[in-house]
């Protein structure tokens, strides 16, 4: 079974920070920044490690809720097994966010309206949801099950 991490990090207005993917042969598609969970890692610390690369040092807090997208079973024909959390973090400073991250690879800006992409590129039914309830203050503190 795979375990899989994203970090979804919210600008003070209410923009989120997406990578390019990168794939070999396909243009690049707008990602939020993710990474596999080592064996013995906690997943929380291993958004962070994620995370980390994503913005190097710059000032961030951690959200309180944690999206969850648990391992199927039976697994579909052709795919393998993964449990998915997605941990919001904020930038703490006031302002616009920098144009750029320190990401190894392209970043930039995505604003609500371009949320609901990321529910097919990401592999993360409800991410959308996920993100605009924790910004609306309506989705509870704690862990939420993303899914079918």
Request: net charge positive; aromatic share 8%; hydrophobic share 45%.
């Given at each position: ?13 209410g923009r ?82 920098p144009e ?49």
């Open positions: 079974m795979r375990r899989v991490v994203f970090a979804a990090l919210l600008s003070r207005d989120l920070a997406l990578v390019a993917d990168d794939l070999p042969g396909a243009p690049p598609r707008w990602v939020l920044p993710s990474g596999s969970v080592r064996a013995t890692e906690p997943y929380r610390e291993a958004a962070v490690r994620v995370l980390r690369d994503a913005v190097g040092a710059m000032s961030v807090r951690g959200g309180t809720v944690e999206g969850c997208c648990w391992a199927q079973v039976p697994v579909p024909v052709g795919r393998s097994r993964r449990e998915a959390h997605v941990f919001v973090f904020r930038l703490a400073a006031a302002g616009a966010p750029h991250l320190p990401w190894k690879r392209a970043t930039r800006w995505a604003g609500p309206e371009q949320w609901q992409e990321l529910c097919t590129r990401c592999d993360l039914p409800d991410v959308d949801v996920l993100l605009t309830g924790y910004l609306d203050g309506w989705i509870p503190d704690g862990r939420i099950t993303l899914g079918p």
